[in-house]
């Protein structure tokens, strides 16, 4: 969890590599000394602290033990801390008194301030919490459980998708003649040709761009733990292979292949980029171009699946290459029928 998570914790420098750092939890005005490989704030909501040192502990315990996405973890956190905030505006006293009505209340007012799918996000962080708390023996039952969540149907994504001139267009502006233009090019290059997903390029080392028979490859440590593996395209190829040279990382197998930059200065530290360094990188990078269009980081897996469907690729192949477990989800990104032509519209004989 990161520093943004409201609240405080008193600890000692935490060590990223010590799974028995101790970490001092503050809770309800009382220290909890616990064991526990999150390194950084964390607040136990009063309503939970008010139940027992062991309510605070089995707590803490659901994000720490059993969410190993970060991102994931993160946004439950503050699903359940939202809604243990607003347990305690409307004064319920304590964890046993929350009840199914509560919940659905819950729900229901925040369909007007958050979409659908955010909301069921919400109700699945609470239920999945309440679980835990049940099986730990510190309520006795799930009110969540029975509560149901808005209807969301969705066959097509709301990601905003390039066409291939405009993708082109992005690229060949980057100023090259830099290392942080080199980077630049390089990144957004593996999520169009790789279909990856920017958490998985920023984790990347310089060894997870290897040779394999006569081509390269790139290596994405999926979210889930996947491990996933493809050929470079021609292009990804060119434009990794310039980055890696201009930086002069050929050699560091075991360090971050896309590197943050120090200031202005033009030059790469040591330390990887985050997903937000990249998202801002591509936020300057449109509007240098002068685009309109509101793009993000998987905008460009959007548009290289798309890019792909529309030159005759198949479903199936997409979705091993995106590494989806359903095509289903791969469809969602299948953009090629959003084109209405002139021809079908005049057919409405009115």
Known sequence: ????????????????????????????????????????????????ADAGDAAGKRFLEFFAATIRNKNTRMAYYRACYRFFAWCEHHRIGT?????????????ETMQSDFEKPSVKQHLAAIRMLFDWLVTGQVVATNPAHSVRGPKHVVKTGKTTVLDAEQARRLLDSIDISTLV?????ALISVMTFAFARIGAVVAMRVED???????????????????????????????????????GIGDSSKAPLFRSAAGRTGTLTDKPMNRVDAWRMIQRRAAGLGMRVNIGCHTFRATGITAYLEAGGTL??????????????????????????????ERITI
């Open 1 to 48: 969890m990161s520093d943004e998570i409201p609240g405080t914790v008193s600890q000692t420098e935490p060590d990223q590599d010590d799974p028995n750092h101790q970490l001092t939890v503050v809770a309800a005005g009382r220290a909890m000394p616990l064991s526990a490989t999150i390194a950084a704030s964390v607040v136990v909501p009063t309503i939970v």
């Open 95 to 107: 964890l046993a008194d929350i009840e199914p009505l509560h919940i659905a209340a819950y729900i």
């Open 181 to 185: 233009g080199l980077r630049d090019r």
């Open 209 to 247: 761009y290897y040779p394999k028979g006569k081509r390269w490859w790139v290596r994405l440590h999926e979210k889930g733990g996947k491990r996933h593996e493809m050929p470079a395209h021609h292009n990804l190829e060119a434009y990794l292979d310039s980055y890696i040279e201009g930086a």
């Open 316 to 345: 199936e192949n997409a979705q091993a290459m995106a590494a989806h477990e359903s095509p289903r989800t791969t469809k969602l990104y299948d953009r090629t029928g959003d084109e209405i032509t002139l021809n079908e519209i």
